[in-house]
């Protein structure tokens, strides 16, 4: 589960569309163009010598698929060509069946008990409540830093030098927060910590963090990897092969959290189109951003491709475009409501990355386990609406949204 990647940084366009398709196939003895999907759960050998082969280390038969499956390793390679597109290290994946799977094997593989985390202060709601109630069952202490501000997140180093992981996601969810990920990493590693990044809403076509700094990339391939809205899942991309295979990566065998090969399978198809995808997405996000920033219903709009969003300095550096989630402050929880109940064309419902426009409120679905008082302290009010732009047509996206606002 380990793919090279050095292209040129001019054939990005280009080989990066290349590589979605082409990385990880399988190219099966069968013939079949599209690889087989391998619904097995264990795997027949030919005799005793073919065990022994295997025991000793001689052959990589695939044995089990809790261990392993064809289209596991198809769909690790596929994103680990991403992930590491343009750089001169090897890069190696392994597949969980939920992002939260892959979440927890990253900050478990590197942190125990006595030792601590420091995050951001915006996280995905149940990345939050893991943090927050489950991980100190098990010894593990965390503290946040807003923004991962510098200044502060050195303070906070220092205070905590038993810090092994310094956890964060950019964009943030659902505040589209922007965090400097060559700053954290460089400051992050001179206190002895890894960095952990959640690049779920840029994917690897806008953001690749292992290129900044990052020692582990994390996924809810549920999102824009597969992209239809079919699967659960989810991905852990590392430089570090033996993290991979013996460290958080192994979690995915031991703690049993295991994707179906059909989940790897439809989430194999659905990123070859992703580079074609997030090109769309984009395209379209900056239509919905723009109108809805100039809309007198609208407070605030947050898109990090908007000149008037805090960090877009730090997205224009680190983002190749500025992806498709955007969210709307419309005051109040009676607005929040008129506009979504207002809606025909876009769903209404959590997760995101869909070909469709999903929208949806974090103070009372993502983020409603939050105490009050610290989500509204962070950005997240009752009136907070958080957009995932689908790919259908702008227009018709704009249309939707216009008689939606013309209700509150």
Not at 334 to 353: E, T
Request: glycine letters at 8%.
């Amino acid at each position: 589960m380990v793919t090279m990647a050095g292209k040129k940084e001019n054939e990005w366009n280009r080989s990066m569309a290349t590589e979605a398709i082409h990385a990880g196939e399988m190219h099966d003895p069968s013939g079949a163009h599209i690889d087989p999907v391998h619904m097995t759960s264990t795997y027949v050998f030919e005799d005793v010598g073919a065990i022994g082969s295997w025991a000793s280390g001689e052959s990589e038969s695939d044995v089990y698929s809790r261990v392993g499956n064809p289209n596991r390793r198809a769909l690790s390679e596929k994103l680990a060509a991403l992930e590491g597109f343009g750089l001169d290290f090897p890069v190696s994946a392994e597949i969980f069946a939920s992002g939260m799977g892959a979440v927890t094997a990253s900050i478990m593989g590197m942190a125990g008990s006595g030792d601590h985390i420091v995050t951001q202060s915006v996280l995905y709601g149940t990345t939050n409540h893991l943090v927050r109630e489950v991980l100190p069952s098990y010894g593990i202490s965390s503290s946040k830093v807003t923004l991962m501000d510098p200044d502060l997140l050195e303070a906070e180093l220092t205070a905590k030098p038993n810090t092994k992981v310094v956890y964060i996601e950019t964009p943030a969810n659902p505040t589209m927060a922007v965090i400097d990920i060559s700053k954290t990493a460089q400051i992050a590693h001179a206190h002895g910590a890894r960095v952990v990044v959640d690049n779920t809403f840029a994917t690897p076509v806008l953001q690749r963090p292992l290129a900044l700094g990052a020692d582990v990339v994390i996924h809810s391939t549920t999102k824009f990897i597969n992209g239809h809205g079919t699967v659960i899942g989810g991905a852990l991309v590392s430089r570090d092969a033996d993290f991979i295979e013996n460290g958080g990566g192994a979690l995915v065998r031991y703690m049993g959290a295991v994707p179906s090969a059909l989940d790897c399978w439809l989430t194999s198809i659905g990123l070859k189109t992703l580079p074609l995808r997030m090109r769309e997405h984009c395209s379209n996000a900056r239509v919905i951003a723009e109108f809805l920033d100039s809309h007198p219903k609208v407070v605030e709009t947050y898109w990090p491709g908007l000149e008037s969003h805090p960090q877009h300095d730090i997205a224009s550096r680190q983002m190749d475009d500025f992806g498709a989630l955007l969210s709307i402050e419309l005051g109040d929880f009676d607005s929040a409501c008129r506009f979504m109940d207002g809606l025909s064309m876009s769903s209404l419902a959590v997760s995101l990355g869909n070909v469709d426009t999903l929208v949806q409120h974090p103070a009372s679905m993502t983020h409603r386990l939050w105490p009050p008082e610290d989500r509204i302290a962070v950005g997240i009010t009752d009136g907070l609406v958080r957009i995932s732009v689908g790919i259908e047509d702008s227009e018709d996206i704009v249309a939707d949204f216009e008689r939606a606002l013309a209700g509150v």
